[in-house]
């Protein structure tokens, strides 16, 4: 086992000595200097890789990663319970999606509008009844409400919220994950402002439109255009 300190470097005459601490270490005793500098070699290259792994993961939204997915599934099953893959194959992705148990936001006692879409979903209009449907039929795995926690200013104070998206869906091709709000009422101006506020928040905790986040919008005189979400979710989700 190594001994504890911080290894410390010097020369002397063309030499070069070592301390672990304030000793010194004697030549005769050359493995351990050795040993403590790839000790702090490593940790530091652990560190480096850790940020490289974020990188990756990040790449993996953009290109495709097939041949570093097929790395994984060519595993022996044993060896597979072992590994952490960096880069997952998406039908385990999707699969570990479809496995999540949660309570949404539910429903008031006095709400008396009932949507149903296809998959038996109660939803709380008909355009998010559109949509889930529109879903289905391209066969993008979704969630509704599925709960979000997130970092809210409240009060000047920092604090960590719970948010119901209408829904959160993966991308079935890439398994990268989009958040998709449906605004229903935007020339209504307590909707509107509730609306912006909600984007904010999302904007806030490193959530883009465009880019983590999708938003579907009418108004009473610009209905729902179901045209446009299959143009979005063919672009983002297929």
Not at 42 to 53: A, D, S
Not at 195 to 214: C, H, P, S
Not at 224 to 236: A, C, F, P, R, S
Request: aromatic share 14%; with cysteine; charged share 30%.
């Amino acid at each position: 086992m190594l001994p504890d300190g911080k290894l410390r470097c010097a020369t002397n005459k063309g030499y070069y000595q070592y301390y672990l601490g304030e000793k010194y270490i004697s030549k005769d005793k050359r493995e351990i200097p050795a040993g403590v500098a790839q000790k702090e070699y490593y940790k530091k290259l652990n560190i480096m890789l850790v940020e490289y792994k974020k990188l990756l993961l990040q790449l993996a939204n953009v290109y495709e990663t097939e041949k570093f997915e097929e790395l994984y599934r060519g595993l022996n099953p044993a060896r597979k319970v072992l590994v952490n893959p960096i880069f997952m194959p998406v039908e385990c992705t999707i699969k570990e999606f479809e496995s999540i148990v949660y309570e949404g936001k539910g429903f008031n006692k006095d709400d008396n509008t009932e949507y149903y879409t296809v998959k038996g979903e109660r939803v709380r209009s008909k355009s998010e009844k559109i949509i889930a449907d529109e879903l289905y039929r391209y066969e993008i795995p979704y969630k509704y409400e599925l709960p979000l926690e997130l970092n809210a200013t409240t009060y000047d104070r920092m604090n960590r919220i719970v948010i119901y998206p209408d829904f959160t869906v993966l991308n079935k091709r890439t398994g990268k994950r989009w958040i998709i709000e449906h605004l229903g009422m935007m020339d209504k101006s307590s909707y509107y402002e509730s609306a912006i506020r909600k984007i904010d928040t999302y904007e806030k905790n490193n959530m883009l439109l465009g880019r983590d986040v999708l938003i579907f919008h009418e108004s009473s005189a610009s209905p729902l255009n179901t045209n446009v979400i299959k143009e979005y979710i063919e672009h983002y989700l297929t």
